[in-house]
T-cell receptor, first 112, second 113 residues
Framework: TQLLEQSPQFLSIQEGENLTVYCNSSSVFSSLQWYRQEPGEGPVLLVTVVTGGEVKKLKRLTFQFGDARKDSSLHITAAQPGDTGLYLCAGYKTGTASKLTFGTGTRLQVTL | KAGVTQTPRYLIKTRGQQVTLSCSPISGHRSVSWYQQTPGQGLQFLFEYFSETQRNKGNFPGRFSGRQFSNSRSEMNVSTLELGDSALYLC????????????FGEGSWLTVV
């Protein structure tokens, strides 16, 4: 059973389009992180959100943590080919502070 | 500042053999955690070590074990390899345990034939 479900699983869009990736759970997380992973490499941290309702922006990427700290979203504006990769959400479930639970992943491809 | 270093990067083993993977954390980081990544199961937590002590363990059989040395370097071992153990094994380090930001290495690709 996956604690963190991401949708969509796959996304293929053209350069310039906008997209949103969702990360949902029935459990409460003390913090939630988003990573991007490129083929042959380890995941690279994009952002950490810790407060319910928190919104963080990283250039064209906007991250939001749900009010109840059970879900999160990643919105990309005007996607570019360099955004291509596997996007992973991950969280520390309340009570398991040292065990990071990863989402199912969203594979994004941005074409010219 | 050097990142997390994992060795070897690629290896092929035969069923029944055992394998040891090594991880050197970012300098000053005392927590090391290990993850298994497969296409079917995604990223799964194996275990976490802090100050040479295992702090948390995932749902993997006893064939998967690890340890951490006094210099924070860590190794994980898989005995009696099975075909299903083929995966990318990722090591991550953080300053402390308990909810800190973790930084991943590039991983060790293990293929069991």
């Amino acid at each position: 059973t996956q604690l963190l479900e991401q949708s969509p699983q796959f996304l293929s869009i053209q350069e310039g389009e906008n997209l949103t990736v969702y990360c949902n759970s029935s459990s409460v997380f003390s913090s939630l992180q988003w990573y991007r992973q490129e083929p042959g490499e380890g995941p690279v941290l994009l952002v950490t959100v810790v407060t319910g309702g928190e919104v963080k922006k990283l250039k064209r990427l906007t991250f939001q943590f749900g009010d109840a700290r059970k879900d999160s979203s990643l919105h990309i504006t005007a996607a570019q080919p360099g955004d291509t990769g596997l996007y992973l959400c991950a969280g520390y479930k309340t009570g398991t502070a040292s065990k990071l639970t990863f989402g199912t992943g969203t594979r994004l491809q941005v074409t010219l | 500042k050097a990142g997390v270093t994992q060795t070897p990067r690629y290896l092929i083993k035969t069923r029944g053999q055992q394998v040891t993977l090594s991880c050197s954390p970012i300098s000053g980081h005392r927590s090391v955690s290990w993850y298994q990544q497969t296409p079917g199961q995604g990223l799964q937590f194996l275990f976490e070590y802090f100050s040479e002590t295992q702090r948390n363990k995932g749902n993997f059989p006893g064939r998967f074990s690890g340890r951490q040395f006094s210099n924070s370097r860590s190794e994980m071992n898989v005995s009696t390899l099975e075909l299903g153990d083929s995966a990318l094994y990722l090591c991550a380090s953080s300053l402390k345990s308990s909810g800190n930001t973790i930084y991943f290495g590039e991983g060790s690709w293990l293929t069991v034939v």
